[in-house]
């Protein structure tokens, strides 16, 4: 699998240097070239990136590459929408069209931090489910309604495509990769000796789902169903068929790979939904109630009180 690493003026290149030592790390480690990457800028020639940094880079319209990585740069609200970037757009809106087309391939555009702001405005995401830095929460969603924005998750691989927020979004990125490639336990050994730290004390029932969520396929799956599913429709036998097995097999495969049982992990998973959006966001609880499906937000509060020990009010004070 041949990789592009995407430069652009005053980019954050580390994320780019670490996600590539994390592809050669699989490829020492599976003992052959399983990826490959080359640097790339759309006008094809070396770009003064942040912190002063000259990379050399080949032209982006010439590239022949499976996926391409876009990384943020040093942006805020007041500086998202930066003028010099419209030929960067323009670029990733004609990348890979013509050749895909006549090979009969698609090229996965990947990209995390503000360089998702790149692909939504290039229209790389469009119907797609997609995340971004939490900061740009409403500016994502105002200006890009064609894109199905789970903010609440941080990484989301949809169609091939995949983004992920904050500046280390590159390591979930690559991870999910290298588990294509390689393997569950390649990518488990890299996760473990390369990435993550020590674990961190647990201070709501929702800190570990970020880590379930990088397990593997099936269980993003299981994710990206549930939260697309309004909560009066979490059904063990309606999941089971959209994932085209029965239910016994659901509920043994959920429980081996989480913990959980299916009806227990669905639940979650829509709690935590409701989570960030108490944390992120001003809504009443009448309205998250009615976006996510609940018969009415009596039945939220308490099912939200029963897992988490405080009222969803009480649960905005504590983290929001």
Known sequence: MKIGLLLYPD?????LFAFSDLLLAANLRMGTSVFEWCWLSHQGKPVNCANGVELPASMLERADVDALLIPGAWRDQSSIHNPNDES?????????????????????????????????????L?????????????????????????????????????????????????????????GKQVANDIQQYMVLPRPIERNTPFQELPELIQQNPFIREVFHWVEQTPYTRLKTTA???HLHITPRTLSRKVVSM??????QLMRLIKLNQI??????????????????????????????KRITKMTPGEYRLAFG
């Open 126 to 182: 469009n119907h797609q489910t997609a995340t971004t830095t939490w900061w740009l929460l409403e500016t994502m969603r105002e200006q890009f309604p064609k894109v199905q924005w789970q903010l609440n998750r941080t990484f989301v691989m949809d169609q091939g495509n995949a983004t992920a927020a904050g500046v280390n979004g590159h390591l979930p990125i690559a991870l999910s990769l290298i588990e294509q490639q390689c």
């Open 258 to 263: 989480t913990g959980y049982n299916s009806a």
């Open 11 to 15: 980019c954050i290149p580390s994320g």
């Open 239 to 241: 999941l089971a068929e």
């Open 275 to 304: 989570s960030e959006q108490l944390i992120s966001t001003s809504k009443s609880i009448y309205r998250i109630s009615e976006e996510m499906g609940f018969a009415d937000d009596t039945s939220l509060r308490r099912s939200f």
């Open 88 to 124: 960067l757009v323009q670029a990733l809106k004609a990348f890979g069209e013509t050749s895909d087309k006549k090979q009969g391939k698609k090229t996965a555009i990947l990209s995390y931090c503000t360089g998702v702001y790149l692909a939504a405005s290039a229209g790389r």
